[in-house]
T-cell receptor
Framework: DTAVSQTPKYLVTQMGNDKSIKCEQN?????MYWYKQDSKKFLKIMFS???????INETVPNRFSPKSPDKAHLNLHINSLELGDSAVYFC????????????????FGPGTRLTVL | SQQGEEDPQALSIQEGENATMNCSYK?????LQWYRQNSGRGLVHLIL?????REKHSGRLRVTLDTSKKSSSLLITASRAADTASYFC??????????FGDGTTLTVKP
């Protein structure tokens, strides 16, 4: 069974379009993340949700809107896509350590390669 | 410059040799983790070291952490061709923020 799954795996779209990427985890974790990995392999956190509540929002344009309907799902909707949005987007989940929010091991999904033409 | 810088950016060694990668970070952390990424895949967790630990081992992996220098190193001993991948450190704060380094691309030649 896949622990963290993302759909779609590939997404090719035109500039200006709106698209969504879905993520689901079956690990029972409380925390989920979205990361963006650019063409130089730099991996940057975008959002983090803990029990459906937003806890990290890293200066991401408001064209990006995450939605967590329940703690097993964290979807990413992107409005008005731009060329610079082309990247691989990774979803991850983890269970916080102790009483704080610091993550234990993060489990990553396979990634969604977004290409904006 | 980004928090969680790594060096070297690229490392090429022969099978059987040891590989050492370094990572630096800028803020206080709860723990630091190392991940591996094969080409076209998601990241896979390798090892976690807590801020009050100095060294940790797991199989052929050895991680050190120096919180006074805000740096960590990952040593892979007796490397194999299958170790070829990119390796990332992730500095994790108490607030739940996870900052990844720029990564080291390791090539192990058979």
């Amino acid at each position: 069974d896949t622990a963290v799954s993302q759909t779609p795996k590939y997404l090719v779209t035109q500039m200006g379009n709106d698209k969504s990427i879905k993520c689901e985890q079956n690990l029972g974790h409380d925390t989920m993340y979205w990361y963006k990995q650019d063409s130089k392999k730099f991996l940057k956190i975008m959002f983090s949700y803990n029990n459906k509540e937003l806890i990290i929002n890293e200066t991401v344009p408001n064209r990006f809107s995450p939605k967590s309907p329940d703690k097993a799902h964290l979807n990413l909707h992107i409005n008005s896509l731009e060329l610079g949005d082309s990247a691989v987007y990774f979803c991850a989940s983890s269970q916080p350590r102790g009483t704080g929010l610091s993550p234990n091991e993060q489990f990553f999904g396979p990634g969604t390669r977004l290409t904006v033409l | 410059s980004q928090q969680g810088e790594e060096d070297p950016q690229a490392l090429s060694i022969q099978e059987g040799e040891n590989a050492t990668m370094n990572c630096s970070y800028k803020t206080s952390i709860n723990n630091l983790q190392w991940y591996r990424q094969n080409s076209g895949r998601g990241l896979v967790h390798l090892i976690l070291i807590r801020s009050n630990e100095r060294e940790k081992h797991s199989g052929r992996l050895r991680v050190t952490l120096d919180t006074s220098k805000k740096s960590s190193s990952l040593l892979i001993t007796a490397s194999r061709a299958a170790d070829t991948a990119s390796y990332f450190c992730a500095a994790n704060t108490n607030a739940g923020k996870s900052t990844f380094g720029d990564g080291t691309t390791l090539t192990v030649k058979p």
